[in-house]
Structure formats: structure tokens, C-alpha cells
């Protein structure tokens, strides 16, 4: 039995404010983990073990020459993952996690615990043990898992020249790179703009939904505290890498995230705008009247945050025009080269500072939105209900495609 006077004895909080264990409690504390993951004819270990080798929840594994599975060298009896599992779960490892994974399991049994009386379904007292067995595993195997993709990723980066890697159409191979029409390249490129529908088909993008609604129900999105203290945003988000899915609860977001991670390779391929390659996302959950005020996602010189390409898909069911959160997109601004340009030619400059409403775009199950991050402001209006988005921010420099004589954009 988990000793719950130990779990819920005062900690000590370390200057960094994250709370300290007594070594008699945190010894407790590995053994129960070390039990857990034993139990059941070692259950919980073997299901570790099934994710780390299937990739599930984690990057796949790279060989020793980073395209190969790996064997044991001369002498050894194991290979890299068995070693990773080992390293992980051996005494002084899991005392270095307790912390962190009681933590986090204390804050979902709360939320299970509350939500179990809300529905008029309190648990007794073995009940409650159960079950906060059941998140502690979970919480460990989740956490071990992100140490080993931590280990893997930098493994993986170390055998890479280059952080900022250039999204050429020519190396992509996960399929024919034709998700966009010409008539969304074409407001893209010109109207600074456009979106797709049905960028997934219903079922997976059913399960996209579900999948989020997880997210949100297991505490990972968070208030954007600053903005929300000023007023500019009030949701909440996660940011989410690729590597980070568990591919067996997850197969939604799986296949959402290869598709959009082709998108930089086909914008370059037809539009050359020397975008960079990403698979880090970020989720947004609007609450009822949650809302994000007029802004842009990046700019020119000083404001330059890299951010060239907006690309945002949601999954929202059944949504009407009445229930607002519409992405309501201004009028693209004209950029340096376009001003510059005007100027050399003796024309007119347009006053910059008048914003001027374009569409107000449905957020849409099945819907993809593309904008310029630079040069198109807009804002998401008050929400009548729960409302979530997926976006990938594109990297790539100013000038390929952002000028007014060629690269596709409108002169």
C-alpha cells in the first residue's frame, strides 16, 4: 500500500521554490516506484519497455550511424534502448524523479478526485489507493519516456551541422507535397493569406479533438501570464513537439503533425520562400469569452523573431458563426521591400496604420489557416464555447517571396 501519510507530509521548498523531499520519505517513495513497476509480473516495466522500442511517446530510435537499429557491441547482452531502461529506472535515478513525478501526480488525482464528486462518484478509501497508483505509474513511465527522448534528441543533434535546417523539397519523403490548390497559394503569396479545408479527413480529425481534450484534462495547458495580466490573451496553452506524442493514445495528433510538418517543404517548393523545417507546436484551448486582441506573430529588423509562415488548423465540431471565435484577419501590410519599392518609383505611400478587416474566418473541424506572421495582424474574437487551434510558426528570412517584382507575389 502507497503510504499516504508519507506522500502528503509537508515538504521543504528549495530556493528555485520546487519542493524537497526527506531522504527517509523519498526512499520510501523509490520504493514504491521500484513496486510498481514490478507488479503484475512487471506490467508497468515491460509496458516502458513496449513504448521506448515501438517509439511510442518518443523519437525512434537512431543507430550508432543514425539510420541503422542498433546491436549490442562485442561483449555486451544489450542494446541502446535496454541500457536507457536500465540507466532510468535503477534506484538513484527514480530518487532524482520523485519529486517531479509526485508532483504531477498530485495535481491529476486532485482533478480526478474532484471530478469524481462532481459526477457523484466518490471513491473509498482502496479506491483512492487504486487509482493514485495507476497516475503515479503513469506519471513515471511519462516521465522516463521524456528523458529518454531528451537523450535521444541530443543525440540526434549532435550529428547535425545545423540547427535552422532548410525544409528542401527534394529531401522530403513522407508523400507528394500537394495538400495546397493553386487558389491558396495564391492568396498566400498575394493576399498575404488563405486556408484549406478538409486538411484531414473527419474521423482523424475527430480523434485530433479528442486527443486535445485530453491535454486539457490532464493540466499540460497553461495561462499566458503576462499577456493575460495586460489583457492582450486569455487562453491557455501547451507547446508540443512531434517527439513528445504517445503514437498508441495519440494517433490523431500523429497524423496531423506529419502533414503540417511537410508544409514549410511544399511552400518552398512552389513558392521559394526558404522556409525552415519545424515540428514544435503549440495548442491553444479558448474557455467560453476567452479571446486574444489584434497582434502580429512577427517582423521586420528589430522585431524580427524569425517567424515567417502561420499555419494554424482546428478541430472544432459542429461550429456556428453565432458562437463566435472567428480569426478575424486584417489587410496585409505592405513590407520594407514593397515601401521601398513604392518610394523608388516617386508613388504614393498608403497609410500603414489603418487596419482594415479582410474575412473573419470560421474555426472550422477539418480547416488549415496560412498567413504571413510578419505582415498580417489579426485576433481571435470572444469564444461562446470551448474553442482549441494548432498552430506551427514557419521560420525563414525576410525577402524570398516577400518582394513586390517576382518570387510569386503580386507587383
Same mark, same amino acid.
Request: aromatic fraction near 6%; hydrophobic fraction near 35%.
Given at each position: ?40 509480473n ?48 535503477? *534506484? ?39 487509482? #493514485? ?11 522516463? #519516456? ?10 540526434a543533434?549532435s ?14 519523403f ?13 492568396? #498566400? ?17 475527430r ?20 499577456q493575460?495580466?495586460?489583457?492582450i ?97 486584417y ?31 470560421? *474555426? ?12 498580417? *495582424? ?34
Open positions: 500500500q502507497i503510504s499516504r501519510e508519507a506522500a502528503e507530509r509537508p515538504k521543504d521548498v528549495d530556493a528555485a521554490g520546487g519542493k524537497t523531499w526527506d531522504e527517509p520519505t523519498a526512499a520510501a517513495m523509490v520504493q514504491v516506484l521500484e513496486e510498481i513497476l514490478l507488479e503484475n512487471r506490467r508497468a516495466r515491460n509496458d516502458l519497455e513496449r513504448r521506448i522500442r515501438s517509439g511510442t511517446g518518443v523519437r525512434e530510435f537512431k543507430g550508432r550511424c543514425g539510420h541503422v537499429p542498433d546491436a549490442p557491441l562485442p561483449g555486451e547482452t544489450d542494446d541502446v534502448a535496454a541500457r536507457m531502461l536500465r540507466e532510468n529506472t535503477k *534506484p538513484s535515478a527514480l530518487r532524482d524523479m520523485v519529486a517531479t513525478i509526485m508532483e504531477q501526480a498530485s495535481k491529476i488525482f486532485e482533478r480526478v478526485q474532484a471530478k469524481g464528486k462532481t459526477d457523484g462518484m466518490a471513491m473509498d478509501s482502496a479506491t483512492e489507493v487504486s487509482v #493514485l497508483r495507476d497516475v503515479i505509474k503513469e506519471c513515471m513511465i511519462r516521465h522516463i #519516456l521524456k528523458l529518454v527522448n531528451e537523450d535521444n534528441s541530443g543525440a543533434r550529428g547535425s551541422h545545423d540547427a535552422g535546417l532548410l525544409a528542401t523539397p527534394q529531401g522530403f513522407g508523400g507528394d507535397l500537394e495538400n495546397f490548390g493553386r487558389e491558396t497559394i495564391r492568396g #498566400l503569396m498575394e493576399d498575404g493569406y488563405a486556408y484549406e479545408d478538409d486538411f484531414l479527413d473527419d474521423n482523424t480529425t480523434s485530433v479533438m479528442q486527443e486535445l481534450e485530453f491535454l486539457e484534462f490532464d493540466g499540460k495547458l497553461v495561462d499566458v501570464q503576462q493575460k495580466m495586460i489583457g490573451r486569455s487562453d491557455k496553452i501547451h507547446w508540443l513537439t512531434y517527439e513528445d506524442l504517445d503514437r498508441e493514445k495519440q494517433p490523431g495528433l500523429e497524423t496531423l503533425m506529419k502533414k503540417m510538418i511537410s508544409i514549410p517543404f511544399e511552400l518552398n517548393k512552389k513558392c521559394s520562400l526558404y522556409l525552415q523545417a519545424s515540428s514544435t507546436f503549440q495548442v491553444a484551448c479558448y474557455s467560453k469569452t476567452a479571446y486574444y486582441k489584434r497582434h502580429v506573430d512577427g517582423g521586420y529588423e528589430d522585431t524580427n523573431n524569425g517567424r515567417k509562415i502561420t499555419a494554424v488548423f482546428y478541430a472544432n465540431d459542429q461550429w456556428s458563426e453565432s458562437e463566435g471565435g472567428q480569426l478575424r484577419i489587410k496585409r501590410k505592405l513590407n520594407p521591400f514593397q515601401l521601398e519599392d513604392l518610394r523608388a518609383r516617386g508613388e504614393e505611400v498608403p497609410d500603414q496604420t489603418v487596419n482594415e478587416v479582410a474575412e473573419e474566418i470560421e *474555426p472550422l473541424a477539418g480547416r488549415l489557416v496560412l498567413f504571413r506572421s510578419r505582415d498580417v *495582424p489579426h485576433e481571435v474574437l470572444p469564444t461562446g464555447r470551448k474553442r482549441f487551434a494548432v498552430s506551427l510558426w514557419l521560420m525563414g528570412p525576410p525577402g524570398p517571396g516577400d518582394m513586390p517584382d517576382g518570387h510569386h507575389a503580386k507587383t
